[in-house]
């Protein structure tokens, strides 16, 4: 089956270290996101990839890194700079060649600091 | 201003009853709408499309009015299993379709 997987569901941290959430699709698409969710929140925009080793800054991109040398995969590191990370991080992919379609998102990793 | 809106409710309904939600987006270049449906802790999922002429699917209805630069979604006969957030999404245009989200509209249906 198609789809979008996202690993690991759950993650804890310890201050100061990086993690890697890992985002990979076989649906093909060539656009992929990352947001944030925060509890009672909408969903923030991390970072987008419309095509192979190109990426855009979303709207809160600072702490964050990530790379598309895959179409089928795009990581996401939580740096030590992100100061308050504990949130559920959600990786979409779109199709988006020829316009605007709906995304599809992976289950998410809920990622906590302790 | 921020780019999409919605009321976060929550809206607490009886089972059986039609509610509405709107959600209203700032940016006129918007090419493409949907509705989205997320549980708690969970990730959100594809409810609908919303084209220029409305469409419907079984109890669940959206339109879109350019003009007012909104979407909306009514849902008649509610049932317990409605309970959920629902997500106004708009692809903005302009050269990169980018997915952005309104922060949801939480929905509780009651017996």
């Known amino acids: 089956d198609g789809g979008i997987t996202q690993s690991p569901k759950y993650l804890f941290r310890k201050e100061g270290q990086n993690v890697t959430l890992s985002c990979e699709q076989n649906?093909?698409?060539?656009?992929m996101y990352w947001y944030r969710q925060d509890p009672g929140q909408g969903l923030r925009l991390i970072y987008y990839?419309?095509?192979?080793?190109?990426?855009q800054k979303g709207d809160i991109a600072e702490g964050y890194s990530v790379s598309r040398e895959k179409k089928e995969s795009f990581p996401l590191t939580v740096t030590s700079a992100q100061k308050n990370p504990t949130a559920f991080y959600l990786c979409?992919?779109?199709?988006?060649?020829?316009?605007?379609?709906?995304?599809?998102f992976g289950q998410g990793t809920r990622l906590t600091v302790v | 201003r921020k780019e999409v809106e919605q009321d976060p409710g929550p809206f607490n309904v009886p089972e059986g009853a039609t509610v509405a939600f709107n959600c209203t987006y700032s940016?006129?270049?918007?090419?493409?709408f949907f509705w989205y449906r997320q549980d708690c802790r969970k990730e959100p999922k594809l409810l609908m499309s919303?084209?220029?002429s409305g469409n419907e699917d079984g109890r669940f209805t959206a339109q879109l009015n350019r003009a007012s630069q909104y979407i909306s979604l009514l849902i008649r006969d509610s049932k317990l299993s409605d309970s959920a957030t629902y997500l106004c999404?708009?692809?903005?245009?302009?050269?990169?379709?980018?997915?952005?989200f309104g922060r949801g509209t939480s929905l509780i249906v009651h017996p």
């Open positions: 649906l093909n698409h060539d656009a």
């Open positions: 990839s419309q095509i192979v080793n190109d990426f």
């Open positions: 940016n006129s270049a918007s090419q493409s």
């Open positions: 919303v084209y220029s």
């Open positions: 979409a992919s779109s199709i988006e060649t020829i316009g605007p379609d709906e995304a599809f």
């Open positions: 999404v708009v692809n903005i245009g302009g050269g990169s379709y980018i997915p952005t």
